[in-house]
């Protein structure tokens, strides 16, 4: 376990301002609002910044803010009874976590973390509130968003509920297909380790399937964590 570091309110400065401006205009639940909205939101986020492999939020802490990624990375996750580290997503600039606060007074049930050197920006739960009542068109924004998690998470379910490791593995490469241009071509979206935690099984045996997939002709893996689908109708068959 890393060690857990306190978020603190980086607001001093003109680089903070700077930051907040990225923050609002690259999250998609505010991109889409005026200017002036915009600087009303500007004006009540705070920026923090954490080392790679600082813990920005643990289980158990209170939830009290909506966490906006600026820069960086953040590998959501959480931690079974026998201590096995479950990934359940990652985080790239423009995403965000921490949405459950703004419902309700609750505490976090999964763990963050920095992956590389990270900043995010942050509102709190009653700031933000008085800003989707202002705003609806925000409300409608996250409940997208809600959305399309409860998709990825049923998505996640379906998998574990696949006893062979080569399925998992085939569905989470369709998956990922669906958004490449042909030919198929992707880079993995995280590396072999987080796909290893993602999926229930280890680094090993992902290498090993890659390399079973690439020897039966399904897809082709190239450098930089690219793999091109060769047979996406018999991927789609394992």
Known sequence: MTKHTHVHSHSSGDGSIGSHRACVRLVPIFNHLEEQQMDEIMSVARSASFKKGETIYQAGEESTSLF???RGRIRIYRLSENGREQLLRILNPGDFT???ALFRSTTHESYAEAMVDTSVCLIRRDELRTLLQKYPSISIKVLQEFSKRLDETERQTARFATE???TRLAMFLTEVAEDAEEPIEFKLPMSKKDLASYL????ETISRKLGQFEDEG???QKSGRRIEIVDLDGLLLV
């Not at 229930?200 to 680094?203: A, E, L, M, S, V």
């Open 68 to 70: 906006i990624v600026n």
């Open 98 to 100: 921490g949405e459950l």
């Open 164 to 166: 062979k490791v080569e």
């Open 200 to 203: 229930g099984t280890t680094p």
């Open 218 to 220: 399904y897809i082709r």
